[in-house]
């Protein structure tokens, strides 16, 4: 018998395990990152970005009730690299005036990384007919592009300074 071709309710369901999967993660690589940053308002935005993600997960499992599905996590290869990346440059740059900078670039790449997966889950929850999933990707979403502009504001009025001029 052939196999049935997938829809997009399934990609959508997997998109959404894989996204929880990296909220979680993230989760747990914030409060490291916070400990490793020097300039206090970096520190901040790391610690108010760990709130933030909490109501994010509280969210995704709201969007898992809708579609009656259980919350679970599908193992995110790309956050787990960027993840690591982010690591990396906590060992190389330790003690060194660029730490800051590229702990900033790091936590860009994890933002950029959930703009492009919250844009598309709204998207595809508005064509699958759900629209209370749509609005709650939808705050998330908005979320996710507001921390990153405070990012790039951080890096463009301190941050980047801070690692050129020592």
């Not at 790391?46 to 009730?65: A, N, P, S």
């Not at 933002?111 to 609005?135: D, M, N, V």
Request: proline residues 4%.
């Amino acid at each position: 018998m052939a196999k049935q071709p997938k829809q997009l309710d399934e990609l959508f369901h997997d998109t959404l395990k894989d996204i929880y999967f990296a909220e979680k993660k993230i989760l747990t690589a914030l409060p490291k990152m916070a400990k490793a940053a020097r300039n206090p308002d970096l520190k901040a935005a790391f610690e108010k970005h760990r709130g933030e993600t909490e109501g994010q997960i509280d969210r995704l499992e709201q969007v898992f009730q809708i579609i009656e599905a259980k919350p679970q996590g599908k193992k995110c290869e790309a956050i787990v690299g960027i993840l690591k990346e982010g690591d990396e440059i906590s060992k190389d740059y330790k003690g060194s005036p660029a730490l800051d900078a590229g702990l900033l670039a790091a936590a860009q790449a994890v933002e950029h990384y959930e703009i492009s997966r919250y844009g598309t889950l709204r998207t595809w929850a508005e064509e699958l007919g759900l629209p209370q999933a749509a609005k709650l990707l939808q705050a998330t979403l908005n979320e996710e592009e507001k921390t990153d502009q405070a990012l790039t504001r951080l890096a463009e009025v301190a941050v980047n300074q801070e690692a050129e001029a020592a």
